[in-house]
C-alpha cells in the first residue's frame, strides 16, 4: 500500500519530538518552541517528504520544490510539536486497542473504495479487519501508527480546547442566560415568491462567462501511439551489476535505502523501494525463500539477477509461517548513449508519420500502434505519467493529425511517437441550451439578496412592513423547543443572542419565506441549573466547522521557530 503524505509525516514528526534534548548546538537544525531539533532528525523528515514526492509525482522535486519541501517540513516540524506540547498540558495518551477500536467503527473512505479491500467488486470487511488485526492481506501499520500518534489523540484535545481555551467567562455566562431563558417572539413573514426581479442578457453571459467550468463539456482526447525500446546493451548491463553491488555494499554497511535513493548517480532515479508486508512462506517463490532463508534479520543479501534487472531483499523478520522483507529494484537502465543511439529511429517515425500518418509509419516500420479513444486527457493513457504531461501540456490548439516530437521515457525505457486524432479540451454546452437555468440560479440568488436588504430597512425602521406580509407568534420558547422545526434551538439562540448583545436582529429565508424576527418578551429563571457540559454543547455546536484548523494556523503563526539551516 502507497504510504499517504500524512502518515509519513506523523511518523518524521514524532522523530522530532524524541530528538534528545540535550544535543549540542552544532548537531542541531533549530527549535521549535524550545524544542532542539537534531540535523539528523531533520534530514529523515525532509528525505521523507522527498520520497513521498516522487511517490505522488513519479519523478524528483525542481529546485524550487525542493525549498517547498523544506518549508513544508519545518511546518510539519511545528505542527507536531505544538500538538505534542498540548497533548502533554492536558495528559492525553492513546492505546493500541484504542487505535483499533476507533478504526473498525470509523473505516477510512479511501479504504472503503480501495480495490485492494474488495471482494467482486464490494468492499469486504473480513479483509480489513484481518489487516487491521494482523498486517495481512494488507499492511496497516502506518495507518495504525497515524493514529495512535495523531488522529485519536487530536480527537481527545478538541474537548480540551473547546472547554479551556476557547470557552472564556463571558461566553459562558451569555449561554448560561441562553439556557435559562424563556422568549416570546414575533416573526414578520414575506413571500420570496412575490419578488420577481429582472434578469438581464448581460447578466446571464456574465454568470455564464463567470462559471464556465460547470459548463464545461467532458474533456476527451482520441491518439494513437508507436514505441521503440531502447535494450540496455551489455555495457549498460555490466555497468548496472557493479551500481546494484555498490548499493549492496553501502547497504550492508548500515546506509539507509532511503539514503540510496536519493542518491546523485544517473541510475538512482530508477530505484523502486517497497515493503511486502506480512507474507505466508508456502507462498513464496522457491528461489526466493531460499535467498531470504539464508539472511540474518536485519541483513540485506546479494543482488538477485532476473532478466530486467536486479533485486536486493532484506529480512525484517520471520515468525513460524510468515515473513516480511523489503526490497531494493535496480531495473537495467540504458545509457545515454544507447537512448541516443536510438534516436534517429524514432526521429524517423515521427517524419514518416507526419507525411502518411502513423498507421502507415507503423506499418512500414514494424512498430506496435496503440489507441487511445476518447479518453480523459489527464487518464494515465500511458504507464509513464511524464509522457502523460508532456503530451496534455501540447495538446491546446492542435489540429486532428498532428504528430508529436518523439519523447523518451525512461520508466519504460521506450521512445514514443504520438498522433492526435481528436480532442475537446475546453468545448463548453452553448449559453442557449443552459440559459433557463442560469436565469434560475440568478433569479432565486437576486431574490434572496432583494428579500434580506428589504428586511435590513424593516429591521431597522427605514421602510413599514408591506401590506402582504404576515405575522407569526410564538410564546414561551426556549432553547429546547422545535416549534419552528429542528433548527429551532440554533435560530432562538441566535435571536436571543442578539437581543442580549443588544444587536439588529437578522432575517432567515425559510421555507420559502422570509423570517423576520422581533423579541416582544423574556424572562429568565436563574434557579435553573446549567451544567457545564451544556454550556459546551452549546458552544461546540455553533462553531465553525473549520474551527480547530484555524487554531492550529494561529498557533502556527506564534510558533518560535529558530533555524540554524540555510
Known amino acids: 500500500m502507497t504510504r499517504s503524505a500524512f502518515s509519513i509525516t506523523a511518523l518524521l514528526a514524532l522523530a522530532l519530538l524524541l530528538a534528545g534534548c540535550g544535543a549540542n548546538q552544532g548537531n542541531l537544525a533549530g527549535r521549535i518552541n524550545g524544542q532542539p531539533v537534531t540535523l539528523d532528525v531533520f534530514n529523515d523528515s525532509y528525505r521523507g517528504h522527498y520520497t513521498n514526492f516522487q511517490v505522488l509525482n513519479n519523478r524528483a522535486p525542481s529546485r524550487d520544490e525542493r525549498e517547498q519541501i523544506k518549508r513544508q517540513t519545518w511546518s510539519d516540524a511545528a505542527r507536531g510539536v505544538i500538538l505534542r506540547q498540548y497533548f502533554a498540558k492536558y495528559k492525553i ?13 470509523n473505516i477510512p473512505s479511501y479504504i472503503l473504495n480501495s480495490p485492494r479491500f474488495m471482494t467482486n467488486g464490494v468492499f469486504d470487511p473480513q479483509i480489513y479487519n484481518q489487516s487491521l488485526l494482523y498486517d495481512s492481506p494488507e499492511n496497516l501499520a502506518l495507518l495504525r501508527q497515524d493514529y495512535l500518534d495523531w488522529k485519536v489523540p487530536i480527537m481527545k484535545l478538541m474537548p480540551e480546547l473547546i472547554k479551556h481555551e476557547l470557552l472564556d467567562r463571558a461566553e459562558s455566562k451569555l449561554i448560561t442566560e441562553l439556557l435559562q431563558s424563556t422568549a416570546d417572539l414575533e416573526f414578520t413573514l414575506l413571500e420570496l415568491g412575490d419578488i420577481d426581479p429582472y434578469i438581464s442578457p448581460d447578466e446571464v453571459r456574465s454568470y455564464y462567462e463567470a462559471n464556465s467550468a460547470q459548463y464545461r463539456l467532458e474533456p476527451f482526447v482520441s491518439l494513437s501511439y508507436a514505441t521503440l525500446e531502447v535494450l540496455p546493451s551489455r555495457t549498460d548491463i555490466r555497468l548496472t551489476n557493479a551500481y546494484a553491488d555498490s548499493l549492496y555494499r553501502e547497504l550492508s554497511s548500515g546506509t539507509p535505502a532511503t539514503d540510496l535513493l536519493e542518491d546523485v548517480h544517473p541510475f538512482a532515479t530508477n530505484l523502486q523501494f517497497k515493503n511486502s508486508g506480512f507474507i505466508a512462506v508456502a507462498e513464496l517463490d522457491a ?44 531495473p537495467y537502465q540504458p545509457t545515454d548513449s544507447s537512448i541516443e543511439g536510438l534516436r534517429p529511429s524514432a526521429e524517423l517515425a515521427v517524419k514518416l508519420a507526419r507525411s502518411r500518418g502513423l498507421a502507415v509509419a507503423c506499418e512500414e516500420l514494424s512498430l506496435p500502434r496503440n489507441k487511445i479513444h476518447k479518453d480523459d486527457p489527464a487518464s494515465l493513457w500511458f504507464p509513464d505519467p511524464q509522457i502523460v504531461a508532456g503530451i496534455r501540456a501540447q495538446l491546446s490548439g492542435q489540429p486532428a493529425g498532428h504528430v508529436f516530437d518523439a519523447l523518451y521515457s525512461s520508466l519504460e525505457r521506450k521512445w514514443v511517437i504520438v498522433e492526435l486524432n481528436e480532442a475537446s479540451l475546453d468545448a463548453l454546452r452553448p449559453l442557449a441550451d443552459v440559459e433557463a437555468d442560469i436565469r ?49 434551538p440554533q435560530i432562538f439562540q441566535g435571536i436571543l443572542r442578539r437581543h442580549l448583545q443588544n444587536i439588529p436582529q437578522e432575517a432567515f429565508i425559510m421555507d420559502g419565506m422570509i423570517w423576520i424576527p422581533s423579541v416582544i418578551a423574556v424572562e429568565r429563571d436563574k434557579k435553573i441549573e446549567v451544567s457545564e ?23 502556527l503563526k506564534q510558533a518560535s521557530i529558530q533555524k540554524y539551516l540555510d
Not at 457540559?533 to 498557533?555: G, K
Open 533 to 555: 457540559d451544556s454550556i459546551e454543547a452549546v458552544f461546540t455546536a455553533n462553531l465553525s466547522p473549520d474551527w480547530f484548523d484555524r487554531w492550529m494556523d494561529r498557533q
Open 287 to 330: 528461489e526466493l525463500n531460499n535467498y531470504l532463508s539464508a539472511l540474518q534479520e536485519g541483513a540485506w543479501g546479494q543482488p538477485l539477477a532476473s532478466a530486467t534487472g536486479l533485486s536486493l531483499h532484506q529480512l525484517e523478520k520471520r515468525t513460524k509461517s510468515m515473513c516480511i522483507f523489503n526490497t531494493l529494484w535496480v
Open 440 to 488: 434560475e440560479n440568478l433569479a432565486r440568488d437576486k431574490s434572496e439578496q432583494l428579500a434580506l436588504q428589504i428586511s435590513e430597512r424593516i429591521i431597522s425602521g427605514q421602510d413599514m412592513p408591506p401590506a402582504s406580509a404576515k405575522t407569526r407568534s410564538f410564546e414561551g420558547l426556549t432553547a429546547d423547543s422545535r416549534a419552528l422545526g429542528k433548527n429551532t
Open 93 to 105: 495518551s492513546c492505546t493500541p486497542s484504542e487505535v483499533v477500536d476507533t478504526l473498525s467503527k
